[in-house]
């Protein structure tokens, strides 16, 4: 069964610091998501990592995938206020289960401070 | 074009109560997913379409649920019999169903149970 774990949970940011989100996951993903949800809001796609090796990179965000260490990371560059949300990472299950739903990590939320 | 529509946006009911929640996906999406995010659970796969095939519906936490999609494309999510616990966000998702594909959110269903 697949499990993923961010961290860390909370994080709080200096404006114009580089930070990293951490998002490890316990069985074989062929795939894995990032997602951004403001307050009260849906979440919204940043990033599919779809091979080992993967990187991509959207504004001040960077995101990367390990598959050997079965880790992705989404890296922060000079943090602005606008980036605080909670960040969700999400495998899909290669085995068993659905070939279609995502897990989800439980989050890690930033709040970038001036 | 139009992203995914959700209605109710809010839905209070009293305990006991059935509930209907609605998901309109983006056209031409032949994959569908409900999910629900409570604080305690964090963000759980429920339900899952894809095109004319079963749905795996590995995820729904009690025979009180249950979901259909009509036609290949509106969803509407059942809850017989509601129960506190059942107070959550229930998220729609939508892809165009090929792996690798990113899943679309719906702004959301905000159920209490009162």
């Known amino acids: 069964e697949l499990k993923v774990e961010q961290n860390p949970l909370f994080l709080s940011m200096q404006e114009g610091k580089n930070y990293t989100i951490y998002c490890n996951y316990s069985?074989?993903?062929?795939?894995l998501y990032w997602y951004r949800q403001d307050p009260g809001k849906s979440l919204e796609s940043l990033f599919v990592?779809?091979?080992?090796?993967a990187v991509k990179q959207e504004g001040r965000l960077m995101a990367s995938l390990d598959t050997k260490a079965r880790l992705s990371t989404l890296h922060i560059t000079a943090a602005v206020h606008d980036l605080s949300a909670t960040y969700f990472c999400?495998?899909?299950?290669?085995?068993?289960?659905?070939?279609?739903?995502?897990?989800f990590g439980k989050g890690t939320k930033l709040s970038v401070k001036p | 074009g139009a992203g995914v529509s959700q209605s109710p946006s809010n839905k209070v009911t009293e305990k006991g109560k059935d509930v209907e929640l609605r998901c309109d996906p983006i056209?031409?999406?032949?994959?569908l997913y409900w999910y629900r995010q409570s604080l305690g659970q964090g963000l759980e796969f429920l339900i899952y379409?894809?095109?004319?095939?079963?749905?795996?519906k590995s995820g729904l936490p009690s025979d009180r649920f249950s979901a259909e999609r009509t036609g290949g494309s509106v969803s509407t999510l059942t809850i017989q019999r509601t129960q506190q616990e059942d107070s959550a966000v229930y998220l729609c998702?939508?892809?165009?169903?090929?792996?690798?594909?990113?899943?679309?959110f719906g702004p959301g269903t905000r159920l209490l149970v009162l």
């Open positions: 990592l779809l091979s080992n090796g």
């Open positions: 999400a495998g899909a299950p290669q085995y068993g289960g659905s070939q279609g739903n995502l897990i």
């Open positions: 998702a939508s892809s165009r169903g090929l792996p690798g594909e990113t899943q679309y």
């Open positions: 379409f894809q095109g004319n095939s079963a749905p795996d």
């Open positions: 069985t074989t993903s062929d795939r």
């Open positions: 056209s031409g999406h032949t994959a």
